[in-house]
């Protein structure tokens, strides 16, 4: 990322999600490239202790908390960005919510829970960033996918089928808006050691009846390349495609996932 480091200082970036894992590991990034940092996440004392530790560390950032799945969330949160900065180049779209329930089992409630921050949440975020980058002479949005999507996980319906959404939202929003000069990607992360990883992990081993150890070892021992992602990995990837190298990559689905995807 060295030679493409520069093209990203000044850069105002939105990162949802992002008072910890992989939200947090891509803030951390940003900042590192003289990025200024717009962080929203839910979690109003995480957030803010976040936001500190990266000030501290030299980073021009704020806070802005908020339920992106709530009415209007994303007008605001786009607009207390861009008051701040005065442009919003960058919108990452990290916030996500998981579920494990097999297919039977799947209930309104939780079905629809996933949705509203998975896919309501990040549409109108993407919606009401671009129509500040449309102004503006153009952006990139960087959307969070699964590699869930392209495999048959019984317990993760609600989880995999949103994240196909987001695949979709990815590819229409690319061809919809590149006449505005901007991108739309995706990354489909692998496994990462991270909370919402943690908790998934958790769920399944306690319904299954496995130890915990032992199932996640059988969950790290099936990826082709034999070892798990990290969240500073995959965050190279996402802020490759924001720099000038990858100005003509849209529509694309970036695949971190240590070849997870051809299983």
């Given at each position: 990322?060295?030679?493409?480091?520069?093209?990203?200082?000044?850069?105002?970036?939105?990162?949802?999600?992002?008072?910890?894992?992989?939200?947090?590991?891509?803030?951390?990034?940003?900042?590192?490239?003289?990025?200024?940092?717009?962080?929203?996440?839910?979690?109003?004392?995480?957030?803010?202790?976040?936001?500190?530790?990266?000030?501290?560390?030299?980073?021009?950032?704020?806070?802005?908390?908020a339920d992106i799945a709530a009415s209007?969330?994303?007008?605001?949160?786009?607009?207390?960005?861009?008051?701040?900065?005065?442009?919003?180049?960058?919108?990452?779209?990290?916030?996500?919510?998981?579920?494990?329930?097999?297919?039977?089992?799947?209930?309104?409630r939780e079905w629809d829970k996933v949705?509203?921050?998975?896919?309501?949440?990040?549409?109108?975020?993407?919606?009401?960033?671009?129509?500040?980058?449309?102004?503006?002479?153009?952006?990139?949005?960087?959307?969070?996918?699964?590699?869930?999507?392209?495999?048959?996980?019984?317990?993760?319906?609600?989880?995999?089928?949103?994240?196909?959404?987001?695949?979709?939202?990815?590819?229409t929003a690319a061809a919809a808006l590149?006449?505005?000069?901007?991108?739309?990607?995706?990354?489909?992360?692998?496994?990462?050691?991270?909370?919402?990883?943690?908790?998934?992990?958790?769920?399944?081993?306690?319904?299954?009846?496995?130890?915990?150890?032992?199932?996640?070892?059988?969950?790290?021992?099936?990826?082709?390349?034999?070892?798990?992602?990290?969240?500073?990995?995959?965050?190279?990837?996402?802020?490759?495609?924001?720099?000038?190298?990858?100005?003509?990559?849209?529509?694309?689905?970036?695949?971190?996932?240590?070849?997870?995807?051809?299983?």
């Amino acid at each position: 990322m060295n030679s493409d480091s520069n093209s990203l200082s000044g850069r105002v970036v939105l990162i949802t999600g992002a008072a910890q894992g992989l939200g947090l590991a891509t803030a951390s990034a940003y900042a590192r490239c003289g990025a200024k940092l717009a962080l929203v996440d839910l979690n109003k004392d995480s957030l803010n202790a976040s936001v500190a530790d990266l000030q501290q560390n030299g980073a021009e950032c704020i806070a802005i908390v908020a339920d992106i799945a709530a009415s209007g969330a994303a007008h605001h949160i786009v607009q207390q960005a861009t008051q701040h900065f005065g442009r919003l180049d960058i919108l990452i779209n990290n916030a996500g919510v998981s579920s494990v329930e097999a297919l039977l089992d799947v209930t309104e409630r939780e079905w629809d829970k996933v949705f509203s921050v998975n896919v309501k949440g990040l549409f109108f975020l993407l919606q009401a960033a671009a129509r500040v980058m449309k102004e503006t002479g153009g952006g990139r949005i960087v959307n969070v996918s699964s590699p869930a999507t392209r495999m048959t996980l019984t317990n993760y319906t609600s989880y995999a089928t949103s994240k196909a959404a987001v695949d979709y939202i990815t590819r229409t929003a690319a061809a919809a808006l590149g006449v505005y000069r901007i991108t739309v990607n995706a990354v489909a992360p692998g496994r990462m050691d991270t909370p919402m990883q943690r908790e998934t992990e958790e769920a399944n081993a306690t319904a299954a009846g496995l130890d915990l150890r032992a199932y996640m070892e059988s969950r790290t021992v099936d990826i082709p390349l034999r070892r798990r992602t990290t969240t500073e990995e995959v965050a190279e990837g996402i802020l490759w495609l924001t720099t000038q190298t990858a100005s003509y990559v849209t529509g694309n689905r970036l695949n971190i996932s240590g070849g997870l995807e051809l299983n």
